[in-house]
């Protein structure tokens, strides 16, 4: 199974802007629904944002509402996480998935196709 590619990560101030890009080569790309999960250190993976395979819908979790956006390109089978005004507790290991059952509906728990992860570390 194909699995998605994250980079992008790194450090930034608080403040600070940071965009996350992740690559697909599979060539269902264009049905899946993707996402961005994190997970900070002690704590379990938490949704951030995801994104439905036509583009048209997004959902965001409540502590990123407003200062990140899901954005996806088909021609390049990626999708990008553009984080702005960053805080320390977004520090996190920021990982891309993807559902793989075409499904109509954005469904947390239906990602199953993950990236190895990319580091993102706000600094205050």
Not at 41 to 51: D, H, N, Q, S, V
Not at 70 to 96: F, G, H
Request: glycine share 10%; with cysteine; charged share 20%.
């Amino acid at each position: 199974q194909v699995q998605p590619v994250e980079s992008g990560g790194g450090l930034v101030q608080a403040g600070g802007s940071l965009r996350l890009s992740c690559a697909h080569s599979g060539r269902f790309f264009s049905q899946y629904n993707m996402a961005w999960f994190r997970q900070s250190p002690g704590k379990e993976r938490e949704f951030a944002a995801a994104i439905s395979s036509g583009g048209d819908r997004t959902v965001y979790a409540d502590s990123v509402k407003g200062r990140f956006t899901i954005l996806r390109d088909k021609s390049k089978n990626a999708v990008y996480l553009q984080m702005n005004s960053l805080k320390p507790e977004d520090t996190a290991v920021y990982y891309c998935a993807a559902d793989t059952s075409s499904r109509y509906y954005i469904t947390k728990s239906g990602f199953d196709s993950w990236g190895q992860g990319t580091q993102v570390t706000v600094s205050s």
